[in-house]
């Protein structure tokens, strides 16, 4: 998975795994989790969102996607 820079607060990278649908999401505090059965709409929606924290926390947090903590 590629990540790529994201104008965000809280929020440093974003990527996509297009083979798995899984979004990446690396926070600026170190941690990163992997959402899982992401459509990839979802992800170019949150690359373009003018608010990338309140994009994921609208369209994937509170959707309840399954995710993993990777670090």
């Given amino acids: 998975m590629e990540f790529e820079?994201?104008?965000s607060s809280t929020i440093s990278t974003?990527?996509?795994d297009?083979?798995?649908?899984v979004l990446g999401v690396q926070f600026r505090n170190g941690s990163e989790y992997h959402y899982?059965?992401?459509p990839k709409a979802l992800f170019e929606?949150?690359?373009a969102a003018p608010s990338v924290g309140s994009y994921l926390n609208k369209y994937i947090k509170e959707a309840?996607?399954?995710?993993?903590r990777v670090r």
Wanted: charged share 35%; proline share 0%.
């Fill in 5 to 7: 820079k994201v104008r």
């Fill in 14 to 16: 974003v990527g996509y």
């Fill in 18 to 21: 297009d083979a798995e649908k």
């Fill in 36 to 38: 899982l059965a992401v």
């Fill in 45 to 47: 929606g949150l690359r």
């Fill in 64 to 68: 309840g996607y399954q995710f993993r």
